[in-house]
């Protein structure tokens, strides 16, 4: 393996790490001022940083091994279109907090790229926490979060919400994560002794820089204003009635989000009371609703929760992340993930080109 050393010839002044991200229930919800309920995963990205005196820019990844580091300017201003945009892009908004020389960087991650997990948030978050570290800059938790969405917006050009860097920043893979992207108010849910994650990646990418997201996203919208509302925050199931008489398929995506938003209270409260059956209810409903209403799953990942169902221990499963491939979110019974998780597969890989594997637990 290629080290720090090997690649700029001295020592990182500092490492920092951020995790991956599961979200639990609150899909689609956190770009309509929602809620969501994310938790951190046991994958991470890891960032090793050293100053230099120019305005020089080298980062290099073990994704591609055999690739020279790539040079860019500290005042990058533009995206070059490879990984190494979402480098650039936490490197330009945090320039403005203090950033005030080159740098060298190695980039060490098993976060599956394109798989639902956030592994273009924990990237992200894991650079901003080498340049806090590395420059001694002022921002807290909640600005990496907000200065990382920031740069995936406004330099990578992918119109996300909040969720996947509020996760990647402060969530901890023993509570979840439950998050008002109004208010960006958050509050810890432990998860019960009782229940345990199982993810599992279909092995079919997606990509929401591309079409698919920017389309739900504008539905939405329409669906909002029609409706006569800010965004669809603003509406309950009360509204529902109201809702369904929007033309579709505005209808169908407004009701996916306000049920969504009620789920994702209902299934904090049923953790809170260590209800895991009812929160399983829950993921299996929210499945649903992302299949029929807003339209997000693929044929792969219906397999998988429709596998999920026939297993023993398994409390519910759902599509977790922005959707159109990714990965499935199961609660199951603890010690009984690995072979949950396989028995969910065998059967799939015989039927699919896409090779489905167990995420988390990780190897
Ligand atoms: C992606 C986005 C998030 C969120 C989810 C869908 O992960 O990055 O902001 O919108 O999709 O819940």
Redesign the pocket.
Known sequence: MVSFADLYGASPEVIARAPGRV?LI??????NDGF?LPAAIPLHTEVALRRGRGTRVRVWTTAFPAADPVVFDLDVSARAGDWADYVRAIVNVMRERGVDSGMDLRIDSNVPLGS?L?S??ALLVATARALRQAFSLDVDDLQIARLARRA?NEFVG?P?????QMACSLADDRSALLIDTRSLAYDRVPLPEAGALLVIDSGVRHS?ASGD?RIRREECRRAAHALGVATLRDVTTSDLPRIASLPPPLDRRARHVVTENARVLAAADALRRGDLGRVGELFYASHASMRDDFEVSVPEIDALVEAARRVQGVYGARLT???FGGSIVALVVPGRERGAGASIITGQNARFSAEARIVVPAA
């Open positions: 979200n609150g899909e689609h919800t956190d770009y969501v639902g956030s273009s948030a995936e992918a996300v919400g909040i969720m996947d929401h997201y992340g922005g959707g």
